[in-house]
Each structure stands twice: as structure tokens, then as C-alpha cells.
Nanobody
């Protein structure tokens, strides 16, 4: 059984940066792809970024491409999301998830474990 804990969210002005972290325990972290998703009230969970088990492959939603960077440190069982040039529309509850697969995974249905979320609020 895996446990995921996100951290690093907060309030930032538009154009600013934040770095989210996702610490994992309980299941072999390095064997599985990971991902970041976000959700706002009344909307479905939205894919943000994914990274393969080795970290060699990544994928991004078009809305964040060029601004966000996903990475992982398998030695520390931790995944990161560096968010630059933040916009008010990036405001959401950000979740990390562990995929069923080792390759990059965009669909939330392929994730079997989720953290509790960390709030990111971008003011205009």
C-alpha cells in the first residue's frame, strides 16, 4: 500500500513560481510512473504532468507546457513539480498520483493512489 503526501502549495502572485513536492512511502516508488493533477470546485480532476518510472520520459498538458517541469528523485522517493510563470487559471487543488504502469500516464483512471492535495492560489 502506498502513501502520498503533497506539500509546497500556497498563495503567489501572477508571474511567480512554486515548487510542489510529493513524498511517497509503502510501495516501490521507482517502479511506477507518477503524475500531477489538479481540480477546482465543480470540475473534474485535470491532468497536469506525468513522468515515467525512471524519469526519462515526461508529458504535459498543453496549458502548462513550457511553464511547468516535472521531475523525480527515486533515491528520495519524491516527485516534484516546478511551476513558473503562474497564472490565475492555475489556481486549484493539486494532487499527486501513482500510476499502475511504468510509462507516462495521462488518464486519471490509470492511477490507483492519490495524495490529499495541496492548494495553489495565484492572485492577479
Amino acid at each position: 500500500q502506498v502513501q502520498l503526501v503533497e506539500s509546497g502549495g500556497g498563495l503567489v502572485q501572477a508571474g511567480g513560481s512554486l515548487r510542489l513536492s510529493c513524498a511517497a512511502s509503502g510501495r516501490t516508488f521507482s517502479s511506477y510512473a507518477m503524475g500531477w493533477f489538479r481540480q477546482t470546485p465543480g470540475k473534474e480532476r485535470e491532468f497536469v504532468a506525468t513522468i515515467s518510472s525512471s524519469g526519462g520520459s515526461t508529458g504535459y498538458a498543453d496549458s502548462v507546457k513550457g511553464r511547468f517541469t516535472i521531475s523525480r528523485d527515486n533515491a528520495k522517493n519524491t516527485m516534484y513539480l516546478q511551476m513558473n510563470s503562474l497564472k490565475p487559471e492555475d489556481t486549484a487543488l493539486y494532487y499527486c498520483g501513482q500510476s499502475r504502469w511504468s510509462t507516462v500516464t495521462r488518464g486519471s483512471g490509470n492511477y490507483f493512489a492519490w495524495g490529499q492535495g495541496t492548494q495553489v492560489t495565484v492572485s492577479s
